[in-house]
């Protein structure tokens, strides 16, 4: 586990910095080391430094005022520092605690001593690390939609606002498409819902497929709907795509249980560019415009796009 957690040593005696670098290295460690606290700070503002190992006296910044830089700023991640001194008193142990130290050790201290510290020191950054993973994974699971796997509707509310934002702020177009599967009743119908599921995973794996990864994105709007976003497209550009998806959809069969499905799905396309007036454009004006439009393609007899943009 050691070298996840580069070390950086602050130490003015040159013969003490030597020696901890040498300890440290042997037992695994990546280390930097450096002669004060304003160098140790300096470096911080370059590379992040998981564990700090910190003398206490030391000219131009002492290992108590780093502590308490360290302290009053914000890291990627959680600092462990570990105080050096030959102050033994309880007061200054204290004081260093105080400043922001997590442990300390006197000197002169064994080199077991210091190598337990440190493997105490890294149980902990582990811990947060397992806190930090576990926390992502819920973060994904509170915006994925669990069948699909696409973004849910939660995570495009949140998130249509912000893209079209962006787009007006960078005076970008951003177009939408909202596409519905068409008599998708009479899938779960005729098939059953464990066939329906299936056709509903395919339909989005199709749409994952034919959108620019890492620009576009869908989300689950609905039961058999979703929703595509398109930054740096007009609306044409997005009646392209809703037609090249539908056309992509014409090739799929979803086999299943010995059988075959094909489906066709229908698109409402909308979507602004840079001229659009401010007060035209808004999440809600946006999906009520593409719902609109996705009706009129299923009343003129689905498997269509049609679309208009905002003005
Ligand atoms: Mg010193």
């Not at 006197?106 to 510290?117: C, D, G, M, Q, T």
């Not at 009743?185 to 199709?206: E, S």
Request: aromatic share 8%; with cysteine.
């Amino acid at each position: 586990m050691s070298d996840d957690f580069p070390i950086l040593i602050a130490e003015d005696d040159p013969v003490s910095r030597k020696l901890l670098e040498k300890i440290l290295i042997k037992a695994g460690n990546k280390v930097v080391s450096v002669e004060n606290g304003q160098r140790a700070l300096e470096l911080f503002n370059d590379k992040f430094f998981p564990i700090v190992l910190t003398d206490w006296m030391m000219p131009e910044m002492d290992g108590l005022e780093l502590c308490r830089a360290i302290r009053k700023n914000t890291y990627p991640g959680y600092v462990f520092i570990i105080l050096l001194t030959a102050k033994d008193s309880k007061d200054d142990v204290i004081m260093g605690l105080r400043a922001g130290a997590d442990d300390y050790l006197i000197k002169p201290f064994s080199h077991a001593e210091l190598v337990a510290r440190l493997n105490t020191g890294k149980r902990v950054l582990e811990l947060e690390k397992s806190l930090k993973d576990a926390n992502e994974e819920i973060r994904i699971l509170s915006i994925t939609d669990p069948l699909t796997g696409t973004y849910n509707r939660g995570y495009m509310t949140e998130r249509l606002p912000q893209e079209i934002k962006r787009a007006r702020r960078y005076s970008r177009a951003l177009s939408i498409i909202l596409c519905d599967i068409d008599h998708f009743k009479k899938v779960n119908d005729t098939y059953g819902h464990l066939a329906g599921d299936r056709v509903l995973k395919d339909f989005a794996q199709c749409i994952r497929h034919s959108i620019r990864q890492d620009v576009d994105w869908t989300a689950r709007y609905g039961g058999e709907e979703f929703l595509i976003v398109l930054p740096e497209t007009d609306v044409n550009g997005g009646s392209v795509m809703a037609e090249r998806l539908q056309s992509e959809l014409s090739q799929r069969v979803t086999e299943t249980q010995g059988k075959k499905i094909s489906i066709t799905a229908s698109f409402g396309v909308t979507g602004f560019s840079p001229d659009t007036p401010d007060e035209m454009i808004s999440p809600e004006a946006m999906i009520s415009k593409a719902d609109k439009y996705l009706y009129q393609a299923k009343r003129e007899g689905r498997n269509r796009v049609m679309g208009e943009a905002l003005d």
